[in-house]
């Protein structure tokens, strides 16, 4: 059974109670129950992380190369600031969603440009918390065809 390593960035602790009107209700409970239930439907695995640390995500990252066969990231405010959580994901080749609950897009220009982007097979912006399966499911399919 192939593993797929869910992680989540700074503030996403925070989901359900930080700015319910921006990123909802949905806690980091709920995401990580709604992409455990999704990978189990796709015969698939999850380790989680989360954390408001930079090196406690590059860590899991580099851990993920030995035991994982796919990486779904939140990368949270990192996505606009970490060139190491690039630089790690880039370095364990393996293939990468990234997710982002809100359209980062139709935010503040300084949430406009994501480092994580520009390395990702598949990146899901927008579709709230959803979009964790969104990218799982399309993991799953480039995981098969490998």
Same mark, same amino acid.
């Given at each position: 059974?192939?593993?797929?390593?869910?992680?989540?960035?700074?503030?996403?602790?925070?989901? +359900?109670? $930080?700015?319910?009107?921006?990123?909802?209700? *949905?806690?980091?409970?709920?995401?990580?129950? !709604?992409?455990?239930?999704?990978?189990?439907? !796709?015969?698939?695995?999850? *380790?989680?992380?989360?954390?408001?640390?930079?090196?406690?995500?590059?860590?899991?990252?580099?851990?993920?190369?030995?035991?994982?066969?796919? &990486?779904?990231?939140?990368?949270? @405010? /990192?996505?606009?600031?970490?060139? @190491?959580?690039?630089?790690?994901? =880039?370095?364990? *080749?393996?293939?990468?969603?990234?997710?982002?609950?809100?359209?980062?897009?139709?935010?503040?220009? /300084? $949430?406009?440009?994501?480092?994580?982007? +520009? &390395?990702?097979?598949?990146?899901?912006? +927008? =579709?709230?918390?959803?979009?964790?399966?969104?990218?799982? $499911?399309?993991?799953? *399919? &480039? &995981?098969?065809?490998?």
């Amino acid at each position: 059974m192939s593993t797929v390593l869910l992680v989540n960035g700074p503030n996403l602790n925070l989901l +359900g109670v $930080r700015e319910p009107a921006i990123y909802g209700r *949905d806690t980091l409970q709920d995401v990580e129950d !709604l992409v455990r239930s999704t990978a189990g439907e !796709l015969g698939l695995s999850v *380790d989680a992380v989360q954390s408001n640390h930079e090196g406690v995500l590059v860590d899991a990252i580099h851990a993920a190369r030995d035991t994982c066969s796919a &990486i779904v990231i939140n990368p949270g @405010a /990192f996505s606009h600031t970490s060139v @190491a959580i690039r630089d790690a994901l =880039a370095g364990v *080749d393996l293939p990468v969603a990234e997710v982002h609950v809100t359209n980062i897009h139709r935010r503040e220009p /300084f $949430r406009h440009h994501s480092y994580v982007s +520009g &390395i990702a097979e598949l990146v899901v912006v +927008g =579709a709230g918390v959803r979009g964790y399966e969104l990218a799982l $499911r399309g993991l799953a *399919d &480039i &995981i098969s065809a490998r």
